[in-house]
Structures are given as structure tokens and as C-alpha cells.
């Protein structure tokens, strides 16, 4: 996934809406790289280790990858592991940093608005305890590529939408902090890792030897076992995950059929249409034809 952000004009309708989305993007930080990179970001937003910031909104900050370091006016320095959320509060100091051996890569979310204070006054987070571990979390990941997609599009009314993809999120955090949805078989968590780092690498063919130096286990037990688990090979699940995204990106985006194929890892747009025809029983083309048309108030 490319580096992205994007900071939201709030208009009437957002505010009456209850929730509204102020920005959002993701960022692979490499061992060693300078952080903040503040370029871009608006000043109100930009922040350095030494000074930190406050911000006037909430934010769901999604480490993926790495660890690093998080603190605030209500909180001590915390050491932050991959598959944490912590959430950033209006009005109180903060600042975080990747390690500078490790890096790390953060998906984020801001969002405000009157509901926003009351949901975010239910307890499954504060600003004295803003950490929630949510592990390998497949679908989290899906909602923030989910709300990048409709964001680049920029649909009528894509704003309230991407609002309904934040509660989404907020649900998913809600939900593990109230209930214990931890894993302990040892063999199933592997997966779970597996599944998670096929889902961050769409863009490009599956490298089951990088996928393995994550894994303390050998290839012939993995792939049983991914197997069993999910119903399909390493390879199939990956290939399946690309084309549902090359899907909606054909729904979501204006993106020409190379494009699409492009970011869904595909260097031919000839093979990339012949399996998306024997997955979905029409072409690329064809596909997004019919939901146009179906979609037509003329029909």
C-alpha cells in the first residue's frame, strides 16, 4: 500500500450529521526514517517529538507493523505493539514515534461531531486508557482500505459514508474491548498473522518466503493448517482477496481496467481479465457495464 492522506472540508451537512470524518491516510515509517514528515499536513496537524500537539477532534491511530511510543497529558510513556489502536482525544497533549530500529506502519482516522462525543463517552476507551489490542485484525484492515477507496473516489454524499465505515471501526473496537476475542491456539493466531500480512500485500504476488520469515513455522505445516482453517491454499486465498478488490474497485473507482489490475498486483491486464471471468462469469468491463446500468434510475 502507497503512502496517503487526505484532510476533509466539514460543511453544514457533516456537522448536522452527527459524525464527520476530518482526515485520514496511512504511512509506512522505515527503520531509521525521520518522523513526523510533516509535509502536506496542515499546521494544525503537524507535531514533533519535542513539542508534540493537541488536536481539536478524535483519532484511531491502527499500528500494523513495528512498535514504538505513545504518550500523553493523561498517560505515560507506553510502549505500542503492532495490532494496537490507541485513540488520540480533543484537547489533550500528545505524541507518539515509531522505533528507530523497527519503523512501523500506522493507519489513522479523525473524526468529530456531537454523536462522536456521546459514543466516545461509553467507556470502551479514555483518554487515561487509549489503548486497545486488536491483534491481526483482517477486517480492521479492510475497513481502513475500504475508506481509502471511497474517499479517492469522491461519490455524491461519500462523506456520510465514510462516517458509516468509522462506526464500523469504532464497533469492531468496541467489541474487543468489551469481550475477550483472543485466540489462544497457537496454530489459529498463526494464521490469523497470515491472513493479515496476505491482506496488506494486494499489490503485488504473494511471497511465500517473506510470508514465512514472520511465521515461526515450517512451509508444509503452514499450508495444511492455512488450509484447513480457511478452506483454500495461501496462494488461492490470496488470489481471491485480489480479485473481490479488483471488484470493488471497479464499483468504487474510476479507475481504468489497467489501473485496477495494476494496484490488485497484476502485471498482465490480459491474465488479470481471463481470472476475473472464470471467478465472476464476465470480464472486468462487463462487470462494471452491468452495475452501472443496474444502478441507472432509468431502469
Known amino acids: 500500500m502507497k503512502n496517503y492522506f487526505k484532510y476533509l472540508n466539514i460543511s453544514a451537512i457533516e456537522e448536522n450529521w452527527g459524525l464527520y470524518i476530518t482526515n485520514l491516510g496511512y504511512n509506512k515509517i522505515y527503520p ?132 458509516g465505515i468509522t462506526l464500523q471501526i469504532l464497533a469492531i473496537l468496541n467489541s474487543v474491548s468489551l469481550y475477550d476475542n483472543t485466540n489462544n491456539d497457537v496454530t489459529s493466531m498463526l494464521i490469523e498473522k497470515a491472513k493479515f500480512l496476505i491482506q496488506e500485500s494486494l499489490e503485488k504476488p504473494l511471497d511465500m518466503a517473506m510470508l514465512l520469515k514472520e511465521l515461526p513455522i515450517g512451509y508444509s505445516r503452514f499450508r495444511k493448517a492455512f488450509k484447513t482453517i480457511t478452506g483454500e491454499s495461501p496462494n488461492q486465498y490470496h488470489l481471491n482477496l485480489r480479485l473481490n478488490r479488483a471488484k470493488n474497485l471497479l464499483l468504487t473507482t474510476n479507475l481504468n481496467i489497467n489501473e485496477v489490475a495494476d494496484q490488485t498486483g497484476f502485471d498482465s491486464v490480459f491474465y488479470f481479465s481471463k481470472l476475473f471471468k472464470i471467478k465472476n462469469g464476465v470480464s472486468p468491463k462487463n462487470y462494471r457495464a452491468a452495475k452501472k446500468k443496474s444502478d441507472s434510475p432509468d431502469e
Open 32 to 163: 531509521k526514517q525521520v518522523y513526523p514528515n510533516n509535509e502536506g499536513h496542515p499546521q494544525d496537524h503537524a507535531f514533533n517529538w519535542y513539542n508534540g500537539r493537541v488536536l481539536n477532534s478524535y483519532n484511531i491511530i491502527f499500528i500494523s507493523k513495528g512498535r514504538g511510543t505513545f504518550e500523553s497529558a493523561k498517560t505515560k510513556s507506553t510502549i505500542v505493539e503492532a495490532g494496537t489502536c490507541f485513540f488520540l482525544y480533543p484537547g489533550v497533549w500528545h505524541r507518539y514515534k515509531p522505533d528507530l530500529n523497527s519503523g512501523w506502519e500506522e493507519f489513522w482516522v479523525g473524526f468529530n461531531g456531537k454523536f462522536s462525543h456521546e459514543l466516545m463517552h461509553k467507556n470502551f476507551s479514555s483518554s487515561e486508557n487509549p489503548f486497545i489490542h486488536v491483534g491481526y485484525n483482517q477486517e480492521l484492515l479492510s475497513l481502513f482500505t475500504h475508506l481509502f477507496d471511497t474517499v479517492k473516489k469522491g461519490s455524491r454524499g461519500y462523506p456520510q459514508v465514510i462516517a
